[in-house]
């Protein structure tokens, strides 16, 4: 019976997605999107107001969902805790880049407002982050037990989207409202504005979850069918040195 490991090309790549796209939230986490919504919805208007980040960060689930199947929990959770570490070198990084002399002052003023982000959005995506993909992995593999391995549409969209709504309340209730109002860290915002946030970026949110259910039966039935591949052509490699010696 073969492994995922028996093609390791897909665990490189699931790896190197989770970790491109983990990077990639952090550097795009200070712009804020504004997707304007064909229709108003209640409390959260007609338009959904998100930060840069969300289309990367939603690809880390993504990744980390179809690494839990192929590799199980432990191996998943390693990814992610490891991934929270990686945070803090990208940090050390960019603020050593920052804080470095440069030639040009006035691109560097550009360079920091680009890339250094407000001590309210690391707190609160840092500890998002800690918290929804920790949670993510367990509800997953929890799901799969329940279900002997069965309806891994069922594992992706309940996990996801449970993970998706605790990282959102984290992360926009620490950034946006509790540093801001009891530590004085970052610009203040009406508790009905972080509401509206809330609502907005798990609306979006739920519904990537949704759409990449297709993708991940493609990437697990990529990683396996791969794998049996490769594990037939070691076998036969392996049965075909067995004749040659039996040969001699």
Request: glycine share 6%; aromatic share 12%.
């Given at each position: 019976?073969?492994?995922?490991?028996?093609?390791?090309?897909?665990?490189?790549?699931?790896?190197?997605?989770?970790?491109?796209?983990l990077?990639?939230?952090?550097?795009?986490?200070?712009?804020?999107l504004?997707?304007p919504?064909?229709?108003g919805?209640?409390?959260?208007?007609?338009?959904?107001?998100?930060?840069?980040?969300?289309?990367?960060?939603?690809?880390?689930?993504?990744?980390?969902?179809?690494?839990?199947?192929?590799?199980?929990?432990?191996d998943?959770?390693?990814?992610?805790?490891?991934?929270?570490?990686?945070?803090?070198?990208?940090?050390?990084?960019?603020?050593?880049?920052?804080f470095?002399?440069?030639?040009?002052?006035?691109?560097?003023?550009?360079?920091e407002?680009?890339?250094?982000?407000?001590?309210?959005?690391?707190?609160?995506s840092?500890?998002?982050?800690?918290?929804?993909?920790?949670?993510?992995?367990?509800?997953?593999?929890?799901?799969?037990?329940?279900?002997?391995?069965?309806?891994l549409?069922?594992?992706?969209?309940a996990?996801?989207?449970?993970?998706?709504?605790?990282?959102?309340?984290?992360f926009v209730?620490?950034?946006?409202?509790?540093?801001?109002?009891?530590?004085?860290?970052?610009a203040?915002?009406?508790?009905s504005?972080?509401?509206?946030?809330?609502?907005?970026?798990?609306?979006?949110?739920?519904?990537?979850?949704?759409?990449?259910?297709?993708?991940?039966?493609?990437?697990v039935?990529?990683?396996?069918?791969?794998?049996?591949?490769?594990?037939?052509?070691?076998?036969?490699?392996?049965a075909?040195?067995?004749?040659?010696i039996?040969?001699?």
């Open positions: 019976m073969s492994r995922p490991d028996d093609w390791p090309v897909g665990r490189v790549a699931i790896l190197a997605l989770f970790v491109t796209a990077v990639t939230a952090q550097l795009t986490a200070s712009k804020v504004a997707i919504l064909p229709t919805l209640p409390r959260i208007g007609g338009t959904i107001f998100l930060p840069g980040a969300a289309l990367a960060y939603a690809f880390t689930f993504f990744a980390s969902d179809c690494y839990s199947e192929l590799y199980g929990p432990r998943a959770q390693v990814m992610v805790n490891v991934g929270f570490v990686m945070n803090f070198v990208l940090l050390a990084l960019v603020w050593s880049t920052i470095a002399p440069a030639r040009n002052p006035e691109f560097a003023a550009q360079f407002g680009v890339l250094a982000p407000a001590t309210n959005i690391v707190a609160g840092l500890l998002a982050y800690l918290v929804s993909q920790n949670w993510d992995v367990i509800v997953f593999h929890r799901l799969r037990e329940a279900t002997d391995g069965d309806f549409w069922l594992r992706n969209i996990s996801t989207a449970t993970s998706q709504a605790i990282d959102t309340v984290i209730g620490i950034a946006f409202y509790l540093l801001p109002r009891y530590v004085g860290i970052g203040e915002t009406p508790w504005v972080v509401v509206a946030l809330m609502l907005g970026q798990y609306l979006l949110k739920l519904l990537i979850a949704l759409v990449d259910t297709p993708f991940v039966y493609a990437v039935g990529v990683v396996r069918s791969r794998a049996d591949a490769a594990a037939k052509a070691a076998a036969a490699a392996s075909g040195d067995a004749e040659s039996d040969d001699f």
